[in-house]
Structures are given as C-alpha cells and as structure tokens.
C-alpha cells in the first residue's frame, strides 16, 4: 500500500497532507503554529475522524514547543487552554476530542516543563502509532465479513489518509487486495465537498482495488441493479446505544440498504464511542458554509440569495446497523455490547 501519510512530525513542525487539493495535487503543508492546525482541520485540509484527532495531538505538542516559559505551571496552563481551543475546530467527530484528553491527562501529570515538552510528542506519536495498528485489526475483522466477489458500497473516505494508515471502512479492501481476494467497491460521490470522488477512489485506485464511482443520488439503483452485497462505512460519534453519526448520506444508505434486505456495517475504533452521549440525538452536528452546496469549485450552481441547510453528518439509529466493526471484533450496535467493549 503506497498512500501518503496524512500527518508527520518533522524538525518540530507538522507536515499535513492537503486533502483539499486531492487527487491531481499531492501538496504537504508545513504548520507551525496552533492557529494553523485549528485553521487546518476546520477547512478540510486534514479530515477523517481519527485524523483529525492525531493532527490536534500534534497541535498539542507544538503549543508546549512554542511557549518558551520555564515555568511548569505557567507552560500547564498555556497548553491546555492551546488545547481546548483546538477542541472548538469541528464538533461531530469524538477523536479529536479523545486525542486531547489524552494530552490533557498527560500534560496534568508532568511536572516539569523539559518533561512536558518531551511527553506530549511521546503521546502525540504513540496516539499515531495506536490508530495504525488499530485500523489494520479492524481490517482484518472487516474482511471476514466478506466474499470472494463481492460489491459493497462506501460513502465519504474512511481511507488511509482519514487515519494513520489503513482507513476504517476502506482497510478490509486493502487487505484483500494483499492476499488476492477479489472484492469491488461503489463509492458514493459524498456531496457536498467530494470525500468519495476525489478521496476514495484515488486511494482504492492506488491501491489496484476495483472502484466504482457514483453519484449520492445513485445508490438505490446501483444497489438493486449492481447486485450490492454489504454497505460499509466509517463514523464520527457512536452513542452508547450504537446510533452512530457519519458523513451526511450515511443514514440514507441504512435505509436503503434495511429496505434491499442487504447488511449495513460502520467500522471505527473504540476512540470514536462516546459512551458519555445516550443517543443519536445527543450527537452534535456541524453545519457548515453554505458556499459548499451553492458553489462547486468556485463555480456558481445555486441562484444568489437561496436558503441553504448543509449539516455535515447525519445519524444512522443502531436498529439499522447490522454490525460495528472495530479493532477487538464486530459488535452488536447496542447498549450491553458497547459497554462490554469497554470492561
Ligand atoms: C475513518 S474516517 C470516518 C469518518 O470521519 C468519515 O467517514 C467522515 O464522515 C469524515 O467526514 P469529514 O467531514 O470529511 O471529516
């Protein structure tokens, strides 16, 4: 698999892969300031549950880099506030908010300022390092769910790039294409920003992975006439229930996929449960600039002055969900089993 990696650290500064300019150019920036990854992840230059937490972590540990104070207690508290002010970046996704509070925890613990420096890169890293091994299981898991010939259907990018390597929704497909297992991918479009036409398809394809792309509107008659085994897709928020939020469009496919009578499947990592939010309707969810419905690459398509509704996620409710894939197995979306999980 030859997928660039979407975050590195590299002489103190974060180089973040620019998705926004995926697939023609493949560009890293170089962020060196806090303002710089809050402005990064709130514009889609980084994105993807996972990776947005990894790239706030490595936000973290510049902030400690870049306030020269000897002070520890002085550095604890500019810090922190560095890292709640990153947690304001996107509101749906529960890994950024997670990553942080794993750099919260250590920078609470440290008690000198050499050594807060030292360990929240230590944490930033290790967080990274997790996610990779984390999406390889939740590949492996994914992939028994699978046959040889299948077509299975995707939205959005839960790919490589949206993680440390491997994706959620996206690793089984790598995984088989390791071992010679021959499985096809349809990937929904995913209006309003292209996630699945500019993300998906340029990784699968990379990846010598069979890649179908098709518009959002397109997924009941590819999934009738294309003969569609499973539906498979990433999340940014599973509830204690199991209601799981994702890219808007997600909660239409568990309809339609609920109504073909064809399994419906999220893949995450335990690091995007939140048990501490009931339910579905607990989720929030971000709406974002209307220029991202009424514009197509600078272009005008809507006429001036329209009302426009642009929620970037939607909720698809457990009883729709026929499993969640994560890195210790497929789970039921319910209440008991997402609790066990976490014992
Ligand atoms: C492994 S990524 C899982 C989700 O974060 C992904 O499916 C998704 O909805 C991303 O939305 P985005 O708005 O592109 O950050």
Request: aromatic residues 6%.
């Amino acid at each position: 698999m030859n997928i660039p990696q979407s975050v590195k650290w590299e002489n103190d500064t974060i180089l973040l892969l620019d998705q926004r300019k995926l697939p023609h150019v493949t560009e890293y920036m170089t962020l060196e300031s806090v303002a710089s990854v809050f402005e990064a992840i709130k514009s889609l230059a980084v994105r993807g549950a996972p990776a947005i937490g990894i790239a706030a972590a490595f936000g973290v540990a510049l902030s400690a880099l870049h306030h020269k104070t000897n002070d520890i207690d002085e550095l604890k508290e500019l810090v922190l506030m560095d890292s709640g002010y990153l947690s304001q970046s996107r509101p749906t996704a529960v890994n950024l908010f997670w990553a942080l509070n794993r750099m919260n925890d250590v920078i609470i613990k440290t008690n000198s300022t050499k050594a807060l420096r030292e360990a929240v890169l230590a944490e930033a890293l290790a967080i990274q390092a997790e996610d990779a091994e984390v999406c390889r299981s939740i590949g492996e898991h994914a992939l028994e769910l699978f046959q040889d010939g299948d077509r299975i259907m995707t939205i959005c990018n839960a790919g490589s790039i949206a993680t440390a390597k491997y994706g959620t929704a996206l690793a089984p497909f790598f995984l088989a294409k390791e071992r010679g297992i021959d499985l096809s991918v349809f990937a929904c479009e995913t209006r309003p920003v292209f996630q699945g036409a500019r993300l998906t398809t340029w990784e699968l394809m990379q990846a010598g992975v069979d890649v179908t792309l098709i518009t959002d509107n397109m997924a009941a008659h590819t999934m009738k006439t294309k003969h569609i085994s499973a539906v498979i897709t990433g999340a940014d928020r599973i509830a204690a229930n199991g209601d799981s939020a994702n890219k808007i469009g997600t909660f239409g496919l568990a309809v339609l996929a609920k109504s073909f009578g064809i399994p419906f499947y999220i893949a995450a990592p335990l690091s995007t449960f939140d048990l501490d939010t009931p339910n579905g309707d607990a989720i929030p969810i971000e709406e974002r600039d209307p220029a991202e419905i009424t514009h197509v690459n600078g272009l005008k398509v809507a006429p001036d002055g329209v009302s426009v509704f642009n929620p970037a996620f939607d909720v698809a409710p457990a009883e729709l969900i026929t499993g969640i894939v994560t890195e210790k197995g497929v789970i039921k979306p319910d209440a008991a089993a997402i609790a066990k999980l976490f014992n």
